[in-house]
């Protein structure tokens, strides 16, 4: 009997060729690296064995043929997600940067930020390179506040970064459910929390956009302005929370930080210009919006959140309504185009990082 010879899908063939197109005409050999892809699944539920649409071979059953270049993007990341599970344990992950201690000398500056995750996170950044320290011994409290559907972003990436796989989507339904923000980006609970500190002084910096919260922040503090590089991607969230889904089936849950800190020090490991200007530049439209059916309980919470800072008295900088939503009539989807660039740059890098076999 003749052997038979299974030819590669669709799917498999427009990743491969994909990966090829975003290697450039000076890579590498990439040989070992699509043969990975050509014996890798597609996890989860989708298209299965696709076709190509070769003349005269009809197909009475199963998946109808398609062309490759026509195939939802959807269908690719799924599969590059796969590709990434298989390769990316078997890198070391990052060491953890070290941490500040908690004990200042007396006469350093001494401030505490709390609100929106990565815009705390790189405002943080800068204050620590000014020779400011965070502390919790009697520092100067500073709440970052930006529109909620942008909150709501930052702390959808700092969960997923910690092993979250929930959707945009549905991270909104919860919240919704709940009737309130999560805890870390909950203005209204934290300033509560926070006042009446004695000697402990407040600031609330509300801002639109993470230039104009650095600028309101370093006033407040005393502090030289701060150059903000990047405070997220929204397809990287998407790309990661697949990923921990995945890594938590196959290498078990004690795996998914490492795997997801490992993936995220691959994609922002070039910090040049042109990529910082790349991503400033981006337009509003990359970003997350609210999905439809949670943009008025996004308003009435903004709309909340706002009235309370106005009638409790706070040393609040900046405009209270920068709160609420922006006025949009996008999908409130991630841009699967963009999770699939980010993906497939990702198996590149994890291959030459020392994913060969």
């Known amino acids: 009997m003749a052997e038979t010879t299974l030819l590669p899908d669709a799917i498999h063939l427009e990743l491969v060729r994909r990966i090829n197109l975003a290697a450039g005409p000076d890579a590498n050999d990439l040989r070992g690296l699509a043969d990975r892809v050509f014996a890798t699944a597609a996890p989860g539920r989708g298209l299965l064995d696709v076709p190509l649409p070769w003349p005269d071979a009809p197909r009475p059953f199963g998946t109808p043929a398609m062309d490759p270049s026509g195939l939802p993007e959807e269908e690719l990341v799924r599969l590059t997600v796969g590709v990434l599970a298989h390769l990316l344990p078997g890198l070391q992950p990052p060491a953890p940067t070290a941490q500040p201690s908690p004990w200042p000398a007396p006469w350093r500056r001494r401030f505490r930020l709390h609100g929106a995750p990565s815009t705390v996170a790189a405002i943080r950044s800068g204050l620590l390179a000014q020779g400011y320290v965070e502390t919790d011994w009697r520092p100067t409290h500073v709440v970052i506040a930006r529109p909620v559907e942008v909150m709501m972003a930052e702390q959808w990436a700092a969960t997923v970064r910690n092993g979250g796989i929930l959707k945009w989507s549905t991270t909104w339904r919860r919240a919704q459910a709940a009737g309130h923000l999560p805890a870390p980006i909950d203005v209204t609970r934290i300033v509560e929390r926070l006042r009446d500190r004695r000697r402990e002084p407040l600031h609330v910096v509300v801002a639109r956009d993470a230039d104009r919260a650095a600028a309101l922040a370093t006033a407040a503090l005393g502090a030289r302005p701060i150059d903000l590089r990047s405070t997220g991607d929204a397809a990287l ?78 040393a609040v900088h900046g405009d209270p309504d920068a709160l609420g939503p922006t006025d949009h009539r996008l999908p409130g989807r991630i841009d699967r185009e963009r999770t699939l660039e980010l993906a497939v740059t990702a198996l590149l890098r994890t291959w030459h990082w020392g994913g060969q076999p």
């Open 237 to 314: 969230s998407d790309l990661l929370r697949r990923l921990n889904r995945l890594t938590g089936l196959t290498q078990g849950q004690d795996r998914v930080r490492d795997v997801a800190r490992t993936l995220v020090a691959l994609l922002e490991e070039d910090r040049d210009d042109a990529v910082v200007a790349r991503r400033r530049t981006a337009p509003p439209a990359g970003m997350p919006a609210t999905p439809p059916a949670s943009l008025p309980w996004a308003r009435d919470v903004a709309a909340g959140m706002a009235e309370r800072l106005r009638r409790d008295g706070y």
